[in-house]
């Protein structure tokens, strides 16, 4: 799984965004000015799931096998509270197939700008909320996005 994301922003954060599957031949976007996100050329929305206990929960893992080992702990103790979880291995397109409903929520530390910010953004277009995760002494600020009826007790988990 890879994607090519493309992100624009300014002082105010992201203007804009485009995460291309080149594989499924699938292009996510959205403008901060825009009312929602778009699947090639269609108007996409989020999960409205509010029960943690049936959401299908995204989530990713470094490189670093040293860091893995506290990210499996915390997979650990999210995996009993959740439907189930996905890991596909791209950060952008996990982020835009929670966008698209695929996924209910995702989360993961360790990220880069150019992981998260056109992802990011198509998420909030598409009606989800979108934190910033705070990273930890071996690994980068994260994301997590999820609908509301979800996002504090997901993020109560996660922190």
Known sequence: MFAVSVACEDADG???????????DECFAATRS??????????IH???QDELSS?????GFTYNAAVRVPQAALVARVIPAVRDIRRC?????????????????????GLNAWDVAA???VCARAGLEVRVLPG???E?????????GLMDALWDLVV
């Open 119 to 121: 992802g990011s953004l």
């Open 46 to 48: 989020g999960s409205t």
């Open 140 to 148: 980068n600020d994260g994301v997590i996005a999820a609908p509301a």
């Open 34 to 43: 825009s009312a929602g996100a778009t699947l090639n050329g269609v108007s």
């Open 136 to 138: 930890t002494e071996h």
């Open 14 to 24: 992201v203007l804009a965004g485009v995460v291309l599957d080149p594989v499924r």
């Open 55 to 59: 959401a299908m929960v995204a989530t």
């Open 89 to 109: 291995g791209a950060a952008a397109l996990d982020l835009c197939w929670t966008a698209c409903g695929r996924f209910d929520a995702f989360y993961e530390r």
